[in-house]
């Protein structure tokens, strides 16, 4: 790590994960240099996930109720990172589909000032054929034309690979618990006006099957849940 580095914001990767034998090593060797922890929620994994995270060097946190919020949540609160407003949180998936180079990309409109979140969008960037199923950019296309309509938003997608500055995020007051947490942090950024942007990020197919579009009901939940938050935080007022 040069000393250039060591004198920028904490970077923290938050890593949820349930059953990504296969790929959370890989991940976690392969993030940036200038990462500064890793936190891995093993989401009730039952074959050994969180155990080769621990050996690959992250701080991992068990989290035996399934739910890909309490999963990010519980990631966040699991970092030993002494909290500074201007750390930069980095979420993104164990399956090996978000690609680690991107992540300079990603945190760099929180260093330069421009934003406070910052979304690593598949619709803009490049994908591997068979990546995002129909079912997901249907649903993505959807859930960005609602945020339009309902709060002027400029979204494109709901990736999971995504950057925000640490007080932006404490803000948010995220309580989300399965599928709509994504789309709860978008939603509650718009409604309190902070900063956003979006960058390309390269999507590559996940390694392993997919809990969400890999399963009808996987893909049916997601969607409800996803939905279910928009519509509720349509009609919350805060």
């Not at 992250?58 to 500074?84: D, F, I």
């Not at 690609?99 to 260093?111: H, K, Q």
């Not at 939905?227 to 009609?235: P, S, Y």
Request: with cysteine; charged share 25%.
């Amino acid at each position: 790590m040069t000393d250039s580095m060591k004198n920028e914001r904490g970077v923290i990767v938050l890593i949820p994960a349930r059953n990504e034998i296969l790929s959370i090593v890989g991940v976690i060797e392969n993030l940036p240099g200038f990462v500064t922890e890793v936190v891995v929620a093993d989401n009730g994994s039952s074959d050994g996930t969180g155990e080769a995270a621990r050996e690959a060097g992250a701080t991992v946190v068990r989290v035996e109720e399934p739910g890909y919020g309490r999963a990010c949540m519980a990631a966040y609160a699991a970092s030993t990172t002494p909290r500074a407003p201007d750390d930069i949180i980095v979420f993104m998936d164990a399956d090996a589909s978000d690609d680690p180079a991107d992540m300079a990309a990603l945190i760099a409109p929180i260093r330069d000032g421009s934003a406070q979140l910052v979304i690593g969008s598949r619709a803009l960037g490049e994908r591997e054929p068979g990546a995002l199923t129909p079912q997901q950019r249907f649903g993505n296309a959807l859930a960005c034309w609602l945020m339009k309509l309902i709060w002027g938003a400029r979204f494109t997608d709901l990736g999971p690979f995504r950057a925000v500055r640490r007080d932006a995020y404490e803000s948010l007051d995220m309580s989300a618990p399965t599928f709509g947490w994504t789309v709860e942090m978008q939603v509650r950024a718009l409604k309190r006006s902070v900063p956003y942007a979006e960058v390309p990020a390269r999507y590559r197919k996940r390694i392993g099957v997919s809990k969400i579009s890999g399963t009808v009901r996987g893909v049916v939940m997601a969607g409800v849940y996803i939905l279910g938050t928009i519509a509720a935080e349509a009609v919350r007022r805060d």
